[in-house]
């Protein structure tokens, strides 16, 4: 394996001596842009542009090479189709939030010197899932539900796999950047709500899904997709139980916006957001600001605030969901106007949460028996 990569390597550098789409083009958009290029990702060497005749000669077991990444999101098409409101709005207080001058810098994570941006997270294990669409959202409403805490008692995290179990807005293979909260909102009215990730884990895995062990198990909307406890091991007979009462979080409005001033305006006043990005130009970063133009959007992030840099001007502070090994901590910078993240943006409000502060909860035994669901109770979705 390593004089394999060793002769990459060797390649790539002899390439870039007399390659004159490599010597022209450090960027994806403008390689694609030339009919004499291609433009080649590995996990080797840094993804770069080459000739056609040189790209054909590099191994294919190493190079992907004028492909393009799979869509993690939906055509507008296909996200109707799932009875989703394309760029829906529940109201317009959006366009009441204050549009006074805003600072140079802000950031949700150093916020008067506090945090208030929740874990980072992997939507590729513990097999791959293209579920970005859960995660950007998810992860955005965690945050301003911490906003609302004050910063204060320990994260609630909300649980991405009963939204990919019961939302009906997507699967391991796509969803909508709109769909999320238009869910959410809906069973909130009927006084239900997301649960936390306690009480239904992420297991990378949609009814649809056959990687991994997805196959061998049953992922539809019943009690135990929703949340559940399992109070001892089946040969003691201690079976897993779907819970009818959960912590669990709602809202009480949604939208979607785009443009740089809109989430401006929209972070700043209210929190973070799930924004739609283009992530070919991220598969290999590792750090800096990304200045990539971008194509079209092919998978959602939440964006948490934004910077000033003496070089490039305004980025956006980008949380992704492929693990904190990968780029800054599990972030990226983008620079304004690249990567199309400007393009569709979902926000909600959140209406309320289970937390010790509220006395809210619900008290189950560590077997379920009391909070019990039964078998055929009916769920909203």
Not at 20 to 49: G, N, R, Y
Not at 132 to 138: D, T
């Amino acid at each position: 394996m390593l004089s394999r990569i060793a002769t990459v390597v060797a390649f790539g550098f002899a390439a870039a001596q007399d390659d004159a789409c490599k010597t022209s083009h450090k960027d994806q958009t403008s390689c694609k842009a030339d009919s004499k290029c291609s433009w080649c990702t590995s996990a080797a060497v840094p993804s770069a542009c080459y000739l056609k005749e040189n790209a054909a000669k590099l191994p294919a077991a190493v190079f992907n090479c004028g492909a393009t990444r799979r869509s993690e999101v939906l055509s507008r098409e296909e996200t109707e189709a799932l009875g989703v409101i394309w760029r829906g709005n529940h109201s317009d207080s959006h366009e009441k939030l204050s549009a006074e001058a805003l600072p140079a810098s802000f950031s949700w994570c150093d916020k008067d010197g506090k945090s208030y941006c929740t874990q980072s997270r992997n939507q590729h294990i513990p097999q791959y899932c293209g579920s970005c669409w859960a995660h950007g959202s998810v992860s955005a409403l965690a945050d301003r539900v911490k906003i609302a805490r004050g910063g204060q008692g320990v994260d609630i995290n909300p649980s991405v796999q009963h939204l990919l179990n019961c939302g009906g807005v997507g699967t391991c293979h796509g969803g909508t950047v709109d769909g999320p909260y238009q869910w959410l909102h809906q069973i909130s009215a009927s006084g239900a709500g997301i649960s936390y990730e306690t009480a239904q884990p992420y297991m990378a895995c949609s009814s649809d899904s056959t990687e991994g062990f997805c196959s061998k198990a049953d992922w539809s909307c019943k009690p135990l997709n929703v949340a559940r406890t399992c109070g001892s091991f089946s040969a003691e007979g201690g079976p897993c139980t779907g819970l009818k009462s959960y912590p669990n979080i709602t809202i009480s409005d949604y939208g979607s916006i785009s443009g740089a001033d809109a989430m401006m305006k929209e972070i700043y006043n209210r929190g973070p957001i799930a924004c739609g990005i283009d992530a070919m130009p991220l598969l290999n970063y590792e750090s800096g600001i990304v200045k990539d133009a971008g194509g079209s959007v092919d998978h959602v992030i939440s964006v948490v605030g934004w910077g000033t840099d003496a070089t490039v001007g305004m980025y956006w502070i980008v949380r992704n969901s492929w693990g904190e090994y990968w780029g800054e901590m599990g972030y990226v910078r983008v620079a304004k106007g690249a990567l199309s993240v400007e393009d569709q943006c979902a926000w909600a409000v959140v209406k309320d949460y289970t937390a010790v502060e509220k006395n809210n909860q619900v008290h189950c035994h560590e077997g379920g028996d009391n909070c019990k669901a039964s078998d055929v109770e009916k769920l909203v979705v």
